[in-house]
C-alpha cells in the first residue's frame, strides 16, 4: 500500500499449531443389562393387538401399529416429552378389515412409514405419518403379491416392503414411484414367505428373513446402493433340524452383525462383502443367446436390463435378447422389424431419450450406415436413418456423453482406418467439430467419463498401445501415463463408478487377454485390476458397465479358438452366515430391537416371544439371559419390542396380545466410539505450511500482505454412497476467545469489527456440480481479512469413495484477533495430537490464542459430518497505510524551518518485541525541476521515542537514503499483549499514545519550487 508521502512494508510472523485426533474406541464398562419390568396397560390396548413399534430418532414419538379387533384404530403414539398424557390414538381411523403389521421411521423426511393388508380386497396398505401434521396414503402396487408384512427405511428417502409371498418392493417417495418385484426371481423355488427386513448401512445390504411350515428359514440379501439397480442373494442360514421360521430381526450398526428370531431358534447373521470380482452371472437362466462374437450389448440405466442384438457364429445373426440383472436371466425378444443381421456394429444407450441406438455394422450385403432405436419398454425396433456422414462402417466404437445429452460415434472400417467423429441427438447424425483430430484406427474401445467430461480411448488397430483423449473443446489429444495396459485391438471399454475411470477388458495382439486395467483422469495413470476369478481369455467380445460400476461381458471369441456364450461380471458377492445363538423346542420369538448407542448406555438386543418371554443380548459374549417378567402370562405373546435410545436410562416397549404390554427399563453403563456409515466422514485434516511441510504441533510464518507465505488445509472425505453424491464442502473460520464447544458462528466479522465476540471472519466454498470454488466470506474488496488461492485449492475423487479436498489461503489481518503465545493453554486431555487425523471435535476448540476452523462435507440428502481444528498466531505485528499521517506539506523561505502539518499518531498493532522504524526513499527532490534537491539532513522528524536517541524536544535528521539510514521511532520489550480491538488497537511506544512530526530546514540558495519525496515505515518484530 502507498500514499503520496510514505510508503509501507510490514512484517508478520505466525504460529500455527495443530493437533490431531484418532477415533479410538474406549473401554467398555460392564452393564448391568435391561432390567427392571414393569406393567404397561393403556386403554388404546385393550382390543389393540400390537405387531411393530418404531421410534422417532430424536427418541420423542414411540409409534404402535397393529390390528384393532374393534375396528376403531389400529396405530396409537406415545410422546416421551409429554409422558402425563400416555399413549394416544393417531389421528386416523382405518377400515375395519385393515390389518397394520409393520412400521419404520426414517430420519431423512422424519416420515413414519406404516404398511399391512386390507383382509376384504387383499390389497396392500401403505400409510405416512409426518408428526404434527396428516396421514399420507401411497398407492401400492397391487397384483397378487401378498400382504405387506415389515418395512425398513433406507437412506435418501427409500423403503423397502415385503410380502409374504416372497416379493419385495421399494418405494421412493419424493419421486413417488415403486421399484421392482423381481426378488422372487433370485429366492429359492417354493413357498416361501417373508416376515422381517432390517438394514445393515455398514454394507448398504437390506436383509430379508422368513420361512415356512414346509422349508427351513432362509435369510435373503440384497444391494440397496443404488435406487434402479438392486441385486438378490438367498441364503439359507437355518439349521435343517429346527425349521426357525425366522419372524423378526434386527441390525447392530455398531457391532456389524443382526439377530434373527423365529420358532425355537435365535440366530446370529454376519454379512461379509467380498470385493468386485468375476464371476458367472446367468446361472438362473433356463435360456441364453448362442454363443458368438463381435455382437453389442447396452445396459439401459433405471430398466435393470441390458439389451444384446447380433453378432457372427458362422452366420449373420439378427436376435434380440434381453438380460434381467435382477433375476440375473435371458429372455429372447420376438419384434416385429428389427436391424438386418449383422456383426462389427456398435450400440450405445442414450439415458435422455431411453433408448438404444444401433449403427453400422457388416451384414451379408456389405457394410452399412443405417441407424436404429430400441425401447426397452416397448420392445420395438424403429429405423431412423438409413445413411449418415460417417458412411458405411465395420468396427467402430460409440458412447453416450452427458455433457451433450448425445450419443459420439468414432472411427472404424471402411476400405481402411477411419477417424470421423459424429453424434447422434433423436433425429440425425451431425458431424463433430473435433479439434485435434484422432488417430486413423478400428476394433478401438472407447467410454466417456462423466465426472471429468472426458472420452478416454485406448488401443485398436495401428495404434494397439495409445491412449488418447477427447476434449469438448480441444478436440484429441495422445497422452504418456507413467504405466499403460498392454497392446491390443478388438477389446472393449465402459466407465465404472466403483474404478472411478474408464475400464477395459480382453482383447488380442501377440496374444488373447484376460486382464482389466482402469484409467483415472485427475491422476493420468492407468491401473491394472488384478480379480481372482479371471474369465476366459476373450477378444471381439461385448462388454456394458451397469449399476454400482459393475461390469458385464458377454461373448466372444477365446484363446482356444471358439466362440463364447456365458455371461460374466465383475461385481461384489455377498457372503451370509449364520451362527445359532439359542435353540429352545418350547419358545417361539416373534421380535427384536437393539437399544441405539448412547455415550451412556452401552447396545444390548431384546428378544420377545410367546407367553411373555424376554430375553436380552450382551453383544460382547453372545449370550443369550432370560429377563424375568412377572407380568408374563401363558397365551399372552408379545410380537413387537421397540427400544428407546438410553438417557439416564433408557427403556423399552415390548407389546403384543390385546391387553397391554410391559415396559423394559435399561440400567447400562459404558464408553464406545462408532462411526456412523450413512453420514459422510472427514478421514483426516491436516495443515501444512507454503513449503508443503506438515505443521502438525509447529510453527508458520505469516506475512500480511506480502502473499509470500500461505496456510494448506488439506482434508480426506469419504462416503459409502459413493463421491458422486457429495454436493459441497465448506471451510469456516472463526476466534471466539477460547469458548469451549461452540461451533462455527453465524454472524459474520467486517474487517476489525465487533472484538471479543464470536465473529464468523472466514468461509470458502467448493460446490462439486460445475467445480465452483468460491471465497464467500470476506467479500469486501479492497481489505480482504484472507484470500483464497484458487489455484492451489482442488477437489480430487480418487476412488469411489473418497476424495482429497485443498483449500489454500493466505491469512491476512484477520489474525490480529488471535495472539497465540508460543504455548496452547487449554486443559490437558481437551487436545488430541497423534501423527494422522488430525482433527477435532468441538468440544476442544477452546485455547484463547487460536483461530477456530471447521471443515463441513455435505450429500445430496443433506447428511454432513465436520471435522474441527485450532491455528494459532504466534507473533503478530501489522501497519496499514490507513495507519499512518497523511501526506506532509507547507512552506517557508530559504533558511527558515519549515513545519510541514500538524503531528498525528502512528497506529500500528503487535504482541511482541517490535520496532518502527522510518527512511526516506530518495532525496527531496523538485517537482518542477528534477536537479533541483535539497539534502537527506534537510528533513528531521520529530516525538515518538526519539528522545531515546536524541535531545528531548528537538528533531532527528537522516543521513541519508535507504534503510541503512533508517531512524528508530519506537521500541517496546515485555510481556505479550491480546491486541484485540476491545484491549488495544493503537501502539506508539511503551503502549502510550503519541505523534509523529515532521519538520525541514530548507537550505539558504535553494531555488524556489516545490521538493517532494518519499518515506518508508517498516514495523518489524523480534
Not at 51 to 60: C, G, H, K, L, P
Not at 246 to 272: M, P, S
Request: glycine share 12%.
Amino acid at each position: 500500500m502507498r500514499s503520496v508521502w510514505g510508503t509501507l512494508a510490514v512484517c508478520l510472523a505466525a504460529l500455527v499449531v495443530l493437533s490431531t485426533l484418532s477415533l479410538q474406541p474406549g473401554a467398555r464398562a460392564e452393564d448391568s443389562g435391561a432390567t427392571a419390568v414393569e406393567p404397561v396397560v393403556p386403554p388404546q390396548f385393550a382390543n389393540l393387538e400390537v405387531r411393530d413399534i418404531a421410534w422417532s430418532a430424536n427418541n420423542t414419538l414411540c409409534v404402535v401399529v397393529g390390528i384393532d379387533w374393534s375396528a376403531t384404530g389400529n396405530c396409537a403414539f406415545y410422546n416421551d416429552t409429554n409422558t402425563a398424557n400416555g399413549w394416544q390414538p393417531l389421528p386416523f381411523i382405518v377400515g375395519a378389515n385393515d390389518r397394520l403389521l409393520g412400521v419404520d421411521y426414517d430420519p431423512i423426511s422424519n416420515y413414519f412409514v406404516m404398511v399391512g393388508v386390507n383382509t376384504g380386497t387383499f390389497n396392500q396398505l401403505v400409510y405416512l405419518w409426518y408428526p404434527g401434521s396428516t396421514w399420507f396414503t401411497i398407492a401400492t402396487p397391487g397384483g397378487a403379491y401378498g400382504a405387506f408384512m415389515d418395512v425398513a427405511c433406507i437412506p435418501a428417502t427409500r423403503f423397502m416392503a415385503i410380502t409374504d409371498q416372497g416379493f419385495a418392493f421399494y418405494y421412493h417417495y419424493l419421486s413417488p414411484t415403486w421399484y421392482y418385484n423381481e426378488t422372487k426371481g433370485a429366492l429359492p423355488t417354493g413357498a416361501v414367505s417373508l416376515n422381517n427386513v432390517m438394514y445393515d448401512p455398514n454394507d448398504g445390504i437390506v436383509l430379508m428373513s422368513g420361512g415356512s411350515t414346509l422349508t427351513n428359514g432362509c435369510a435373503y440379501g440384497a444391494w440397496t446402493q443404488d435406487l434402479f439397480a438392486e441385486r438378490f442373494y438367498a441364503f439359507n442360514v437355518g439349521p435343517n433340524s429346527s425349521f426357525p421360521m425366522f419372524r423378526g430381526g434386527d441390525w447392530c450398526q455398531q457391532y456389524d452383525y443382526g439377530v434373527l428370531a423365529g420358532n425355537r431358534n435365535i440366530t446370529k447373521i454376519t454379512v461379509d462383502t467380498d470385493p468386485y470380482n468375476w464371476f458367472e452371472d446367468d446361472i438362473y437362466s433356463a435360456t441364453s443367446p448362442s454363443a458368438r462374437r463381435e455382437s453389442t450389448i447396452a445396459y439401459c440405466g433405471g430398466s435393470g436390463k441390458i439389451v444384446l442384438f447380433g453378432g457372427w457364429n458362422g452366420t449373420y445373426m439378427s436376435d434380440t435378447w434381453e438380460y434381467n440383472v435382477f433375476k440375473k436371466t435371458w429372455t429372447k425378444m420376438n419384434p416385429a422389424s428389427y436391424p438386418e443381421g449383422r456383426y462389427g456394429h456398435a450400440m450405445a444407450y442414450d439415458k435422455n431419450r431411453m433408448e438404444v441406438i444401433l449403427y453400422g455394422g457388416q451384414t451379408s450385403g456389405g457394410l452399412q450406415q443405417d441407424t436404429w432405436t430400441y425401447n426397452i419398454t416397448s420392445g420395438i425396433w424403429l429405423n431412423r436413418a438409413s445413411s449418415s456422414p460417417l458412411g458405411i462402417l465395420r468396427d467402430h466404437a460409440m458412447t453416450f456423453c452427458d455433457s451433450l445429452g448425445r450419443v459420439v460415434c468414432y472411427g472404424g472400417y471402411n476400405a481402411g482406418a477411419k477417424n470421423d467423429m459424429a453424434s447422434w441427438g433423436g433425429a440425425a447424425w451431425a458431424t463433430m467439430s473435433v479439434g485435434s483430430p484422432g488417430p486413423l484406427t478400428y476394433e478401438h474401445a472407447m467410454a466417456y467419463d462423466p465426472y471429468y467430461n472426458l472420452i478416454v480411448m485406448f488401443g485398436g488397430v495401428g495404434f494397439e498401445g495409445s491412449t488418447y483423449v477427447y476434449n469438448f473443446t480441444t478436440g484429441w489429444a495422445a497422452i504418456s501415463p507413467p504405466t499403460i495396459p498392454p497392446s491390443r485391438s478388438g477389446h472393449t471399454a465402459a466407465y465404472s463408478s466403483y474404478l472411478a475411470g474408464v475400464a477395459i477388458y480382453g482383447g488380442q495382439y501377440s496374444g488373447y487377454l484376460d486382464d482389466v486395467w482402469y484409467y483415472n483422469c485427475s491422476a493420468n495413470r492407468w491401473y491394472s485390476y488384478v480379480p481372482c476369478n479371471l474369465p476366459a481369455q476373450l477378444a471381439t467380445h461385448a462388454m456394458t458397465a451397469g449399476y454400482n460400476g459393475m461390469l458385464y461381458v458377454f461373448g466372444g471369441y477365446n484363446s482356444s479358438g471358439a466362440d463364447h456364450y456365458q455371461t460374466y461380471v465383475l461385481g461384489r458377492q455377498l457372503d451370509v452366515n449364520g451362527t445359532v445363538l439359542s435353540d429352545n423346542a418350547t419358545k417361539t420369538w416373534y421380535a427384536v430391537c437393539w437399544y441405539p448407542y448412547t455415550a451412556t448406555a452401552d447396545t444390548e438386543a431384546l428378544i420377545v416371544g410367546n407367553d411373555g418371554n424376554i430375553s436380552r443380548l450382551d453383544p460382547n459374549v453372545t449370550y443369550i439371559q432370560p429377563m424375568e417378567n412377572p407380568y408374563a402370562q401363558l397365551g399372552r405373546h408379545l410380537y413387537a419390542v421397540g427400544c428407546k435410545a438410553p438417557t439416564s436410562p433408557g427403556y423399552a416397549f415390548a407389546l403384543g396380545s390385546p391387553g397391554g404390554g410391559v415396559k423394559i427399563n435399561q440400567v447400562s453403563a459404558g464408553s464406545q466410539v462408532t462411526v456412523g456409515a450413512d453420514v459422510p466422514h472427514v478421514v483426516w485434516l491436516n495443515l501444512n505450511n507454503s513449503a508443503g511441510s506438515p505443521i502438525n504441533n509447529g510453527k508458520i510464518n505469516v506475512d500480511s500482505g506480502s502473499y509470500s507465505s500461505y496456510v494448506v488445509m488439506d482434508a480426506e472425505i469419504y462416503s459409502k454412497w459413493g463421491t458422486a453424491n457429495f454436493t459441497q464442502i465448506d471451510l469456516y473460520g472463526w476466534h471466539d476467545g477460547g469458548s469451549t464447544g461452540v461451533d462455527q458462528p453465524v454472524t459474520m466479522g467486517n474487517g476489525f469489527d465487533a472484538p471479543g465476540a464470536e465473529n464468523l471472519r472466514l468461509h470458502y466454498r467448493y460446490t462439486v456440480a460445475g467445480g465452483i470454488l468460491a471465497q464467500v466470506y470476506p467479500n469486501h474488496p479492497g481489505d480482504l481479512e484472507s484470500v483464497l488461492w484458487n489455484g492451489n485449492s482442488f477437489y480430487n475423487p480418487f476412488n469411489f469413495t473418497s476424495a482429497w479436498v485443498r483449500f489454500s489461503f493466505w491469512p491476512m489481518k484477520q489474525f490480529r484477533h488471535a495472539p497465540g503465545p508460543p504455548v496452547w493453554t487449554e486443559p490437558a486431555g481437551s487436545r488430541y495430537s497423534y501423527a494422522v487425523n488430525g482433527q477435532e471435535n468441538a468440544s476442544a476448540l477452546n485455547d484463547p490464542y487460536s483461530w477456530d476452523f471447521k471443515l463441513k462435507v455435505t450429500l445430496a440428502d443433506g447428511m454432513n459430518s465436520s471435522a474441527y481444528e485450532e491455528l494459532g498466531v504466534y507473533k503478530y505485528t501489522y501497519i496499514g497505510a490507513g495507519n499512518l499521517p497523511g501526506d506532509q506539506s507547507g512552506s517557508g523561505p530559504p533558511g527558515g524551518t519549515v513545519y510541514l502539518a500538524p503531528t498525528g499518531n502512528v497506529s500500528f498493532v503487535s504482541n511482541c518485541n517490535y520496532s518502527l522504524k522510518v527512511y526516506m526513499d530518495g532525496l527531496l527532490r523538485g517537482v518542477n525541476d528534477a536537479n533541483r534537491t535539497m539534502p537527506a539532513s534537510a528533513l528531521g522528524v520529530m516525538g515518538g521515542d526519539l528522545q531515546n536517541w536524541s535531545v528531548p524536544g528537538t528533531q532527528a535528521h537522516f543521513n541519508g537514503t535507504g534503510s541503512a539510514n533508517a531512524l528508530y521511532l519506537f521500541a517496546w520489550s515485555g510481556g505479550y499483549l491480546s491486541p484485540r480491538a476491545a484491549d488495544v488497537l493503537t501502539h506508539t511506544g511503551q503502549g502510550a499514545v503519541g505523534t509523529v512530526g515532521w519538520r525541514c530546514i530548507v537550505p539558504m540558495g535553494t531555488a524556489e519550487d516545490r521538493y517532494s519525496t518519499t518515506v518508508t515505515f517498516v514495523l518489524e518484530h523480534d
